[in-house]
Structure formats: structure tokens, C-alpha cells
């Protein structure tokens, strides 16, 4: 009898953990956030067009046009030697959350590589919530790009499913990646 009551305790233990384990991530996420967490997704284009194929990720779709938006007037301010200005942008988390973070035009090619290809911009900024996440980004005709460095934890990234697909992206821990 004793024995059946530690089973039955031991029992109830590990069903409360795995329920815990199972419960979904509560998304703080604004009404503007063109970001949206999807279950799934079926490529388009070949599998073998696949740029990573991380382990464990978000697969989130994003509203391509609308997002960028956000950057352009970031790059018209920068070219016309204003003073910078920032911009706050929403960016999904390998945890399915949405962190913030206020970010800044910062062209990383020549000036003369960058005018021929006007369509590739890089940007660089900071949480706004959490000063010590840093977020670096591009911009080009191939979707948005991400390394979030966060002082004591794991890197992530933010990358498309595949390489010509602008509306579909993995987030993941820089750990689960795998390069194809």
C-alpha cells in the first residue's frame, strides 16, 4: 500500500511538470507588430534552397513591406546628414516572446558599394527594455536578418526559411543552428 501511494504521488509529480512544459508562451506583442508566430509552413521553393535548418525554432511569418517601412525614414535622415535618429522596432524571441528595441541606420559597406547597391541596409541598436541586448540587422531584396547578443545568455538569430522567401523566418538560439 505504501508503495502504491509513492508510485501514485511520483506519478502525479511528472504529470504536473509535463503539464507545466506543454503550457504556451504568453506573446506581449503590439497591435502593429507585423510579426506573427505560425505553426507551421511548406516551402515554396526547394528544400535545398534552405539557408539553415535549425533544431529547435519559431516559425514566424512577417508582413515584409510594412516592417521595412519602419527603417526608411532611418536611411533618408542618415543620407541627408541629419542628426540620427532612432526607430523602435518589435523582434521576435527564440522563447516566443517580442523584445523592442531602438535601432539606428549603421552602413557597414563603402560608400561607393553602398550606392550601388541601394537595397542592402545594415542597422544596429539596443533593447529598450533590456539595455544590455544588443540587435544587428540588415534590409535587402533577400528579407531581414538578425543577431541578438544579450549579456548573459545565448545569442539568437532571425533568419528566412529560405533564401528568396521574404515572409518566412526561423528564430533560434545561435546554438540550435545548422548551416546547410
Known amino acids: ?5 509513492i ?4 506519478m502525479m509529480l511528472i504529470c504536473a511538470v509535463f503539464s507545466q512544459a506543454q503550457s504556451p508562451v504568453k506573446v506581449r506583442q503590439s497591435a502593429s507588430n507585423p510579426w ?18 535549425p533544431s529547435r525554432f ?5 508582413d515584409f513591406e510594412q ?3 519602419g527603417f526608411q525614414p532611418l536611411v533618408l535622415q542618415r543620407l541627408s546628414n541629419s542628426d540620427d535618429i532612432s526607430a523602435i522596432i ?3 524571441t527564440p522563447n516566443g516572446e517580442f523584445q523592442q528595441f531602438r535601432v539606428v541606420y549603421d552602413p ?3 560608400p561607393d558599394l553602398a550606392a550601388k547597391f541601394p537595397e542592402i541596409r545594415s542597422f544596429s541598436g539596443v533593447g529598450v527594455d533590456n539595455p544590455s541586448a544588443k540587435i544587428f540587422c540588415d534590409i535587402s531584396p533577400l528579407g531581414f536578418h538578425a543577431l541578438v547578443l544579450t ?3 545565448s545569442a539568437y538569430l532571425i533568419e528566412t526559411v529560405t533564401r528568396f522567401d521574404v515572409q518566412h523566418y526561423y528564430c533560434y538560439e545561435q546554438r540550435f543552428g545548422g548551416f546547410s
Request: hydrophobic residues 50%; proline residues 5%.
Open 7 to 10: 508510485l501514485m504521488i511520483a
Open 90 to 92: 518589435d523582434v521576435p
Open 36 to 53: 506573427k508566430v505560425i505553426r507551421s509552413h511548406v516551402a515554396t521553393k526547394p528544400t535545398t534552397e534552405a539557408v539553415v535548418m
Open 151 to 153: 549579456t548573459g545568455q
Open 58 to 62: 519559431n516559425l514566424l511569418e512577417l
Open 108 to 110: 557597414v559597406m563603402h
Open 1 to 5: 500500500m505504501k508503495h502504491q501511494a
Open 67 to 69: 516592417f521595412k517601412t
